[in-house]
């Protein structure tokens, strides 16, 4: 069972969280990340995904999609 909730509920997501709203492995959100792809804010040593940086590469996804078409 998930315990990801909608972006508009949550404020900050974990790499692992990101993966599932986006339906994507863990591996994947990390190269992404690595890549500058998908954004994420540091506190501490810890990454995190804003519901918006989401959002951000779901447009950028559709973005190269229509590129491509």
């Given at each position: 069972m998930s315990t990801a909730v909608?972006?508009?509920?949550?404020?900050?997501?974990?790499?692992?969280?990101?993966?599932?709203?986006?339906?994507?492995?863990?591996?994947?959100?990390?190269?992404?990340?690595?890549?500058?792809?998908?954004?994420?804010?540091?506190?501490?040593?810890r990454r995190l995904v804003p519901p918006e940086y989401i959002a951000q590469y779901v447009e950028l996804l559709k973005r190269e999609a229509q590129a491509t078409a």
């Open positions: 909608a972006p508009a509920d949550q404020i900050l997501y974990r790499p692992e969280e990101a993966a599932v709203v986006l339906r994507i492995g863990r591996s994947m959100v990390y190269e992404e990340i690595r890549l500058g792809r998908l954004q994420t804010v540091r506190i501490g040593r």
